[in-house]
Nanobody, 125 residues
Framework: QVQLVESGGGLVQAGGSLKLSCVVS????????MGWFRQPSGKGREFVAS????????STADSVKGRFTISRDNVKSTAYLQMNNLKPEDTATYYC??????????????????WGQGTQVTVSS
């Protein structure tokens, strides 16, 4: 399994932006599709977005479509989640995940094999 480390979370006002990063090590990054999930406090984990190995196809949850964008840099072995126009309901711990099926877009949690430790995003109203 690869190792994933997220960063970029924090506290932001509603309407603001954040960009999360996920650095992957211990494997060949282009062998994996990547995904972002989130888990609000006291609730289950939910799919946010995913991207295939080449970056040419993505999938995004309806709740964030038009506001969040997933991307990847295969040279830097890093996946990103650009979050714009943030809302208080976006408050959650955000997790990066790797899917060893390079064309796999999920959105099931079970499709992803490796997970990061999570980064907290808090949006104030």
């Amino acid at each position: 399994q690869v190792q994933l480390v997220e960063s970029g979370g924090g506290l932001v006002q509603a309407g603001g932006s954040l960009k999360l990063s996920c650095v992957v090590s211990g494997g060949t990054f282009t062998n994996y599709a990547m995904g972002w999930f989130r888990q609000p406090s006291g609730k289950g984990r939910e799919f946010v977005a995913s991207i295939i190995w080449s970056g040419t196809r993505t999938s995004t949850a309806d709740s964030v479509k038009g506001r969040f964008t997933i991307s990847r840099d295969n040279v830097k072995s890093t996946a990103y989640l650009q979050m714009n126009n943030l809302k208080p309901e976006d408050t959650a711990t955000y997790y990066c995940a790797a899917n060893r099926h390079a064309y796999g877009l999920g959105p099931s949690e079970g499709a992803f094999d490796s997970w990061g430790q999570g980064t907290q995003v808090t949006v104030s109203s």
